[in-house]
């Protein structure tokens, strides 16, 4: 399916189709040891196109080839056989570089800087004159929701705050495509969903994003088209939700249907010979859970709410119950409960 979807992706454009930002042709890297024997063949024969406007993202497991694609890219690699193309030149050329931001792995930042210095520092790099380096860091700190920690030294900042301003960093040039490399790495729920969020909004910008990732769940979410890479081959080519359907099931959701109407449903898909494969009520994620709960939580300091107290009914106390109520209170033990108690749960 890989190589049928790539020879016909690299039939010539139409005029209704993006323009081709990134091509690979044939793309092989290996690594050699110091006497200059192969030692690890990194990539094989890579080839893919990325158009303009869109989230591609390189899945695979640990050393499968994805970050090595991103430095022959960028030009950091010189690949063994074959060619990278970005813009239409060819990816050892350093110029095209300028149209590029980078967010590498492990965000090698000045811990003694601060947010509005860092980002001026990479600004100077890119020869951007005062007026435009201080608009830039403005619109940037305020993307990546930064400005109450703007004047705190890197060294102060949490792992998500830290790729919140490396994300900015590779964006100080206003590049037309953004390459991201495993950007949700060591980031709790909440911080890979922000940076999902700020990834998701690039694209509405315009922006061409690359990203690389082993975490199905953050591809799944934010990309357009996927390759799937493992042992330095490409696997897999294709838009997600045409990978990730499952044609031969057909899927129903409704409410509000009575047990006869349940029953009536699975009596049609028997008369049309249809295996009833399962009939309950969908399920959240744990991600869309753990955020909610934390989200209830801020708006409601010290309230712990669990999902069958919100569920149950609401049940009115008789007359004759609400003295026994009152006189178990009475018995009951007085306890004091400050707010710190609660809030420390």
Same mark, same amino acid.
Request: aromatic share 4%; net charge negative; hydrophobic share 35%.
């Given at each position: 399916?890989?190589?049928?979807?790539?020879?016909? @992706?690299?039939?010539?454009?139409?005029?209704?189709?993006?323009?081709?930002?990134?091509?690979?042709?044939?793309l092989?890297?290996?690594?050699?040891?110091?006497?200059? !024997?192969?030692?690890?063949?990194?990539?094989k024969?890579?080839d893919?196109?990325v158009r303009?406007?869109?989230?591609?993202g390189?899945?695979?497991?640990?050393?499968?080839?994805?970050?090595?694609?991103?430095?022959?890219?960028?030009?950091l690699l010189?690949?063994?056989?074959?060619h990278?193309?970005?813009?239409?030149?060819?990816?050892?050329?350093?110029?095209?570089?300028?149209?590029?931001?980078?967010?590498? +792995? @492990?965000?090698?930042l000045?811990?003694?800087?601060?947010?509005?210095?860092?980002l001026?520092?990479?600004?100077r790099?890119?020869?951007?004159?005062?007026?435009?380096?201080?608009?830039?860091?403005? +619109?940037?700190?305020?993307m990546?929701? =930064?400005?109450?920690?703007?004047? !705190?030294?890197?060294k %102060?900042?949490?792992?998500?705050?830290?790729?919140?301003?490396?994300?900015?960093?590779a964006?100080?040039?206003d590049?037309?495509?953004?390459?991201?490399?495993?950007?949700?790495?060591?980031?709790?729920?909440?911080g890979?969903?922000?940076?999902?969020?700020?990834?998701?909004?690039?694209?509405?910008?315009?922006?061409?994003?690359?990203?690389c990732?082993h975490?199905?769940?953050?591809?799944?979410?934010?990309?357009?088209?996927?390759?799937?890479?493992?042992?330095?081959e490409?696997?897999?080519?294709? !838009?997600?939700?045409?990978? =990730?359907?499952?044609?031969?099931?057909?899927?129903?959701?409704?409410?509000?249907?009575?047990?006869?109407? %349940?029953?009536?449903?699975r009596?049609?898909?028997?008369?049309?010979?249809?295996?009833?494969?399962?009939?309950?009520?969908?399920?959240?994620?744990?991600?869309?859970?753990?955020l909610?709960?934390v989200?209830?939580?801020?708006?409601?300091?010290?309230?712990?709410?669990?999902?069958e107290?919100?569920?149950?009914?609401?049940?009115?106390?008789? @007359?004759? @119950?609400?003295?026994?109520?009152?006189?178990?209170?009475?018995?009951?033990?007085?306890?004091?409960?400050t707010?710190?108690?609660?809030?420390?749960?």
């Amino acid at each position: 399916m890989a190589t049928s979807e790539v020879a016909n @992706e690299s039939e010539v454009n139409s005029p209704d189709q993006p323009e081709v930002i990134i091509e690979t042709r044939n793309l092989t890297k290996v690594y050699r040891d110091f006497w200059g !024997r192969p030692k690890v063949r990194a990539l094989k024969a890579l080839d893919m196109e990325v158009r303009r406007g869109e989230i591609f993202g390189l899945l695979g497991p640990n050393g499968s080839g994805k970050s090595t694609t991103i430095k022959l890219l960028l030009g950091l690699l010189f690949p063994t056989s074959g060619h990278a193309y970005t813009f239409g030149v060819d990816a050892t050329d350093v110029a095209k570089n300028e149209r590029i931001g980078y967010l590498p +792995e @492990e965000s090698y930042l000045y811990k003694f800087l601060n947010a509005e210095e860092t980002l001026d520092f990479y600004g100077r790099l890119f020869d951007m004159s005062a007026q435009q380096r201080q608009d830039r860091i403005d +619109e940037l700190i305020e993307m990546v929701d =930064l400005e109450w920690a703007k004047r !705190r030294q890197l060294k %102060e900042y949490s792992k998500g705050m830290t790729r919140r301003i490396g994300l900015a960093q590779a964006l100080i040039n206003d590049p037309e495509l953004i390459l991201l490399d495993e950007p949700t790495t060591g980031l709790d729920p909440i911080g890979t969903r922000e940076m999902k969020d700020l990834i998701i909004k690039l694209r509405e910008q315009g922006k061409t994003v690359l990203m690389c990732s082993h975490l199905l769940a953050d591809v799944q979410d934010v990309c357009d088209r996927i390759a799937i890479l493992h042992q330095g081959e490409l696997k897999e080519l294709g !838009r997600v939700d045409n990978l =990730l359907s499952v044609q031969d099931v057909t899927q129903v959701q409704a409410s509000g249907l009575s047990a006869e109407a %349940e029953a009536e449903i699975r009596g049609v898909i028997e008369k049309h010979n249809g295996e009833l494969i399962t009939m309950d009520h969908p399920t959240t994620t744990l991600e869309d859970l753990f955020l909610d709960i934390v989200r209830d939580s801020a708006a409601r300091p010290g309230k712990r709410i669990h999902k069958e107290e919100t569920a149950a009914p609401e049940t009115e106390t008789s @007359e004759a @119950e609400a003295p026994e109520a009152e006189a178990s209170e009475a018995e009951a033990p007085e306890a004091e409960v400050t707010e710190s108690d609660s809030t420390n749960d």
